[in-house]
């Protein structure tokens, strides 16, 4: 009786098994072939494309160059016959964006600009534009100036007040921080425009780095956009001297002010007050020295007055 019983057992364990893997064999049908599976298929990688904004420039002015569609894997390599500092790229929007300033030296004529980018050890694009720098005569100023006011220009006080101003834009912002066209930081009239060949005392001095703007002491000076301000304080030349990062390796520089009132490391928004108006330092009256550079090179600020260098690349989004 016992052994019948066993057996039984036996029998309906066997049974159940075999219904539960009939039962998961209905639910669970084997496809016949690799083809009967489901296929996930990848997104496919971006194609990089290769931007380039207005190519004919006049001295003093900047280009643009923006990369859509670039991996953290891709290398960016750029060749040109610039004589000058080669642009860096920073991140903006969905791919790379850099910005060339050109020298007022930058002597008239053709110059290659050529982008590549390398993937995976091949080339996934590449692009070779002709920047062309059209003519501009820039015109002469004499100063005449005391021997205590030519001593400020000293070749000891200029390199001391470049340690500062180097620190100041050896950093900038990864994205831009300004907003739109920058705006003229005080008013008054241009009294010195940029370029211009200054002759002080009869002997050649310099190209002015910016626009001078002429206006009583005390007149109120505005960021001419947002960004974090690198550098304020006295210095040799350039007397009471504010810079302010705008990002993308974009400055702008305040120079013989009154006074300072905005504070490094402090962000200011455009057309925030940061100092007024005044004469200190190697200066000859109350004036605004205002400069722009891209990087190391400068640019004339009203280049940035007229045009938003992101401009074209926002339309072509």
């Keep these: 009786m016992g052994k019948h019983i066993i057996r039984l057992f036996v029998f309906l364990a066997l049974f159940i098994a075999?219904?539960?893997?009939?039962?998961?064999?209905?639910?669970?049908?084997?496809?016949?072939?690799?083809?009967?599976?489901?296929?996930?298929?990848?997104?496919?990688?971006?194609?990089?494309?290769?931007?380039?904004?207005?190519?004919?420039?006049?001295?003093?002015?900047?280009?643009?160059?923006?990369?859509k569609g670039i991996t953290d894997r891709d290398e960016i390599l750029l060749y040109t016959t610039l004589?000058?500092?080669?642009?860096?790229?920073?991140?903006?929007?969905?791919?790379?964006?850099?910005?060339?300033?050109?020298?007022?030296?930058?002597?008239?004529?053709e110059y290659t600009c050529r982008v590549q980018v390398q993937r995976d050890g091949y080339i996934a694009a590449e692009r070779e534009g002709i920047l062309k720098v059209l003519p501009k005569e820039f015109e002469k100023q004499y100063l005449k100036v005391t021997a205590a006011q030519k001593s400020q220009r000293s070749n000891e006080n200029f390199n001391e007040d470049r340690v500062h101003t180097e620190r100041a834009r050896a950093e900038t912002w990864e994205k831009p921080l300004w907003e739109g066209v920058f705006l003229q930081p005080a008013e008054g009239r241009i009294s010195t425009e940029?370029?211009?060949?200054?002759?002080?005392?009869?002997?050649?001095?310099?190209?002015?780095?910016?626009?001078?703007?002429?206006?009583?002491?005390?007149?109120?000076?505005?960021?001419?956009?947002?960004?974090?301000?690198?550098?304020?304080?006295?210095?040799?030349?350039?007397?009471?001297?504010?810079?302010?990062?705008?990002?993308?390796?974009?400055?702008?520089?305040?120079?013989?002010?009154?006074?300072?009132?905005?504070?490094?490391?402090?962000?200011?928004?455009?057309?925030?007050?940061?100092?007024?108006?005044?004469?200190?330092?190697?200066?000859?009256?109350?004036?605004?020295h205002w400069s722009a550079t891209i990087g190391k090179t400068y640019i004339n600020p009203e280049s940035l007055m007229e045009k938003d260098p992101l401009e074209f690349i926002d339309a072509a989004q």
């Design 18 to 67: 075999v219904s539960g893997i009939i039962s998961l064999q209905k639910e669970y049908v084997i496809p016949e072939s690799i083809d009967e599976v489901e296929k996930v298929e990848l997104s496919p990688e971006p194609e990089p494309e290769i931007m380039f904004s207005d190519l004919e420039i006049l001295p003093g002015g900047f280009f643009v160059i923006y990369l």
């Design 83 to 109: 004589t000058q500092d080669k642009p860096r790229f920073f991140s903006y929007s969905e791919g790379k964006l850099a910005i060339a300033g050109i020298s007022c030296r930058t002597k008239e004529g």
């Design 194 to 288: 940029f370029g211009m060949i200054r002759y002080i005392n009869n002997e050649e001095s310099e190209r002015h780095s910016g626009l001078d703007i002429s206006a009583a002491r005390g007149t109120p000076v505005k960021a001419a956009n947002s960004g974090v301000i690198r550098l304020s304080m006295m210095l040799k030349v350039t007397g009471n001297t504010i810079i302010i990062d705008h990002g993308s390796n974009i400055y702008t520089s305040y120079a013989h002010l009154d006074k300072l009132l905005a504070e490094e490391g402090t962000e200011v928004r455009k057309g925030d007050i940061i100092g007024e108006v005044g004469s200190t330092g190697f200066s000859t009256g109350p004036h605004l």
